[in-house]
């Protein structure tokens, strides 16, 4: 493990391992974070990368015969391939089949990348089972840590390739020579020289926090007020509840006809009810496709009360029956 700043961090620092050069591809999925679109798109634009999305599933989240096609027809291709997936976008409450991409990957022998910031503290998470080279997290989000730390997991076998981010510094390697640097031989080749050690005992007390609850009873509990919670958003006459994907976990985005996101958010502040928006920017893809340009966000976690949930389908009704101009 190493420990870095974000999620988004430890996934620059794992794709940047790759040296990619011009007609390189990486495959990826539609529903992938907005920070590692961009990334993708860099590397297209300075590198001359190829990004190929793998289609999805009829009912959402990434195919994992689609990631097959795709690495099969360049199976002998000399040219560096690399599939990186996000295992729950921040967009919508869909879980991608990061498992079936692994056991693909694998069959390939292509290095894979796992984007797991949302996934963390709500789901299980066994990186034998997903056989990534590389999976990213961050305290804050499921897990309830501080802002600012999260870290990433590096593979012995990306280890033995000698994988180390394009940047390394002197907390990852040795200058041993005038033209010549030794890397340590584990996952702090990843880390900075500085980073806050009061974020990792934050960190460190979170994760602890989750171990003595238990993160099958946090799944359980989690998943089953959101699918609670969608159900009655459903019924909402102007409520359009938006998660996709044959697995869903504890977040839950809607639309709700007449109001753009910021102003549902607003609306329930006033009542003393937290909720996020998300936006076609961080969404393009997905968002594009159920013709939305922002949705509220709802992420009920283990604590949440039903009495809590009933309040905010009552508020969300509410505002549903009303225009912003009439608050």
């Known amino acids: 493990m190493a420990i870095l700043s974000s999620a988004t961090a430890g996934f620059i620092q794992a794709l940047s391992s790759f040296d990619f050069a011009q007609g390189d591809a990486i495959i990826t999925s539609r529903c992938d974070y907005t920070s590692n679109q961009i990334q993708y798109l860099a590397l297209a634009q300075r590198r001359g990368v190829r990004i190929l999305y793998a289609a999805d599933r009829p009912e959402g989240g990434i195919d994992p015969d689609a990631v097959r096609d795709l690495l099969a027809r360049s199976a002998g ?4 391939r690399a599939v990186a997936v996000s295992w729950v976008p921040t967009n919508s409450g869909l879980v991608q089949d990061v498992e079936a ?15 797991a910031c949302q996934a963390l503290g709500q789901i299980p998470i066994d990186v034998g089972r997903i056989k990534c080279d590389y999976l990213s ?36 390697a040795k200058w041993v020579a005038a033209d010549r640097y030794e890397l340590v031989d584990s996952a702090h080749r990843y880390e900075e020289w500085e980073h806050s050690y009061v974020l990792v005992f934050g960190l460190g007390a979170a994760a602890e926090y989750l171990r003595r609850v238990g993160i099958a009873v946090v799944q359980r509990r989690a ?76 992420s009920p976690h283990y604590y949440n009360t039903e009495e809590e949930l009933d309040a905010l389908v009552q508020a969300v009704g509410e505002i549903a029956a009303t225009t912003p101009a009439s608050r």
């Open 137 to 172: 997290v961050t305290a804050r989000k499921f897990l309830r840590g501080p802002r600012g730390i999260g870290f990433l997991y590096a593979s012995d076998r990306a280890l033995a390739r000698g994988d180390h981010p394009l940047f390394v510094d002197m907390r990852g």
């Open 77 to 80: 291709d000399a040219r560096r």
């Open 101 to 115: 991409v692994g056991a693909v990957c694998e069959e390939f022998d292509v290095p894979y990348i796992v984007d």
């Open 223 to 298: 998943s089953a007020l959101a699918a609670h919670l969608r159900d009655r958003l459903a019924a909402i006459p102007g409520v359009r509840v938006l998660d996709l994907g044959r697995d869903r976990c504890a977040i839950v985005t809607a639309a709700i006809a007449g109001w753009e996101a910021p102003q549902v958010i607003a609306a329930l502040r006033d009542r003393r009810i937290n909720a996020s928006a998300s936006f076609l920017s961080s969404a393009l893809f997905d968002f594009t496709a159920k013709g939305v340009a922002s949705a509220a966000r709802f």
